[in-house]
């Protein structure tokens, strides 16, 4: 099952009572953050195995009722911005991420220096007016992933994804 470790700040969004202990997959795991630009509520995602990340920018709490849909959509819509989901990929991502565990955060400092890094370069080239901050998450999640990133040996998130990606998938595929 998919895991979510959230921030202290995405944690009370959510309601995320504190756990002690919980054996999770971990190479479906991520980070999640709740950050504001222009005094609005964002979300940045980033997998920890790829550091592949997607935001949601101008989050209002309504939005997040149904947290899951809300996540795996997102997740697939930045896939397809990135051109790395083959459309014969995204019911089985849906299926897979239809259940997600939502952690505390795990402190894990290599993720989260990643996200601090990723949130910097946001709010730094930040987008100037907020009517465009709803759609400008895929681009944003576009320059974020093509940043060669220190935690990952200066790869490419993006590349890092694709490959796991199709190691998963196709090896489903191919299992039939």
């Known amino acids: ?13 959510l309601k995320i009572n504190k756990i002690q202990h919980v054996i999770h997959d971990k190479t479906d795991a991520w980070n999640g953050h709740l950050f504001y630009l222009l005094k ?13 990340s997607f935001v949601m920018l101008d989050i ?25 989901l083959p459309s014969t990929y995204e019911n089985q991502i849906r299926e897979r991420y239809k259940n997600i565990m939502l952690l505390p955060t795990d402190n894990d400092r290599k993720v989260i220096g990643s996200i601090n890094d990723c949130v910097f370069r946001i709010k ?30 200066y790869k490419h998130p993006k590349d890092l994804m694709r490959e796991k990606i199709n190691q998963e998938y196709h090896h489903k595929d191919h299992g039939r």
């Open 40 to 52: 609005r509520k964002c979300l940045i995602f980033i997998h920890k195995q790829t550091l592949y």
């Open 124 to 153: 730094y080239y930040g987008t100037h007016r907020v009517e465009t901050l709803r759609d400008a998450n895929q681009y944003i999640g576009q320059h974020l992933n093509e940043t060669p990133m220190g935690a990952v040996g």
């Open 1 to 13: 099952m998919p895991t979510i470790f959230c921030s202290n700040k995405l944690s009370t969004i």
């Open 60 to 84: 209002l709490k309504k939005n997040l009722a149904d947290f899951n849909m809300v996540f795996v959509e997102n997740y697939i819509m930045q896939l397809q911005a990135d051109s790395i």
